[in-house]
């Protein structure tokens, strides 16, 4: 039977391309198939990666380089050759044979004339091409391609990562995350923030040995996967700066007093978002066509909101199971702390979360009241 009887065309964003469609899709980490994988859940990984490039491009003075590195159908690649406007070219690499003919075959569908498909082991290509962009999106963890990556990106280029390996950064395999990324993980009502500050950490490690550092622009966690755009500047100072972010953190400090550890880390405790880069990137989203507008919208909102706010965050829910009272409302909460002064946000990380600089003494005291 051939497997060109699975192909399928389907739209996303402004382009139509052909994808081989497993109809038994479940959401979570992605698995190794015989076909071409294509996972209709990342749309919306897949529309910021347009905005994201559509920024890089914008405020840039030069021809932009750009890599799909683990590209399956090719969706991502394609669709930034089709929706992105200006000076740019793009690789779409995967060393699978099926995935490489299929990524031709959309490549010529779309008439893409700054598209070009590579079939090579990425870290091989990575040794020995360089970009401004870099995009890498495995089946579970990216960290067997993030030494190579360090090495290819120009300086003030960005790397963007999707870790699927999820279970691993939220504490359900401590083990495992510390022989992969060093830390050990915790699962708390916290772990989707940690979770994403033990990722950030690794590619910080990954950075400074070759004296370059990171700073995050957009970064996020959703239940089944982490993703993270960071900009890697070359300079000892910016490798110094990097590893100063790189801390400890104590139970209190993680507001989960069930984690019995005095020193958790290291983590990545610097800013993982830019506010001004999320503004930009929501003025953006008007200009295209995505499928995801909505949620869209509503992701980018919620992190530039968070965005100057501290590590860490409080869920109604568990407080309230601490103080063994229901839990309240999320608005009220903050609406009364707004009133007393404390910066407060809702946080992307938990529906019932929010981010405070209030002293703990004074939350629990509004919990308390009924109103
Ligand atoms: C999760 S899929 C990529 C999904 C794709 N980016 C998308 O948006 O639909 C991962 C892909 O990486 C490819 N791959 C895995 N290891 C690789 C390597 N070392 N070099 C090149 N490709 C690799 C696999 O063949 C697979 O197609």
Redesign the pocket.
């Known amino acids: 039977m051939s497997i060109l009887q699975h192909i399928e065309l389907i739209t996303e964003g402004e382009t139509e391309i052909l994808v081989f469609k497993n109809k038994d899709y479940k959401k979570g980490p992605?698995s190794k198939d015989k076909l071409?994988?294509?996972?209709p859940s990342?749309e919306l990984n897949?529309d910021l990666s347009i905005l994201l490039n559509q920024w890089i491009i914008d405020n840039s003075k030069i021809h932009v380089n750009i890599l799909?590195g683990?590209?399956?159908?090719g969706?991502?690649g394609v669709r930034l050759a089709n929706e992105l406007r200006g000076n740019f070219d793009i690789t779409i690499?995967?060393?699978?044979e099926d995935?490489h003919d299929l990524i031709k075959k959309n490549i010529k569908k779309c008439k893409l004339k700054n598209a070009f498909a590579i079939k090579?082991?990425?870290?091989s290509l990575l040794s020995n091409m360089r970009f401004h962009y870099i995009d890498i999106?495995?089946?579970g963890s990216p960290v067997y391609f993030v030494d190579s990556a360090m090495r290819s990106i120009y300086n003030n280029g960005i790397i963007a990562c999707t870790a699927t390996d999820t279970a691993t950064l939220c504490g359900v395999y401590p083990n495992v995350c510390k022989r992969r990324y060093g830390v050990k993980s915790f699962h708390s009502n916290v772990m989707h923030e940690t979770g994403l500050r033990i990722l950030l950490g690794f590619l910080c490690r990954e950075s400074v040995k070759y004296d370059k550092g990171i700073e995050p622009l957009v970064c996020y966690s959703t239940d089944h996967y982490f993703r993270v755009y960071i900009k890697v500047k070359k300079g000892v100072n910016h490798a110094n700066r990097s590893v100063g972010n790189m801390k400890y953190v104590t139970s209190k400090e993680l507001f989960s007093p069930k984690i019995n550890s005095a020193n958790i880390g290291p983590l990545w405790l610097g800013k993982i978002e830019n506010k001004n880069v999320i503004r930009e990137l929501i003025s953006y989203v008007f200009k295209k066509k995505f499928n995801t507008k909505g949620e869209l919208l509503n992701l980018l909102n919620l992190l530039e909101n968070e965005a100057n706010s501290s590590p860490f965050f409080y869920t109604t829910d568990n407080l309230a199971s601490l103080l063994k009272i229901s839990p309240p409302r999320l608005n009220r909460i903050i609406e009364q702390l707004k009133e007393k002064g404390y910066d407060v946000s809702k946080t992307h990380f938990s529906n019932t979360g929010f981010k405070t600089n209030s002293p703990r003494e004074v939350i629990e005291e509004i919990f308390k009241q009924k109103k």
């Open positions: 992605g071409p994988f294509y996972n990342m897949r799909d683990l590209a399956a159908s969706i991502r690499n995967d060393w699978d995935s090579r082991n990425l870290n999106d495995p089946f």
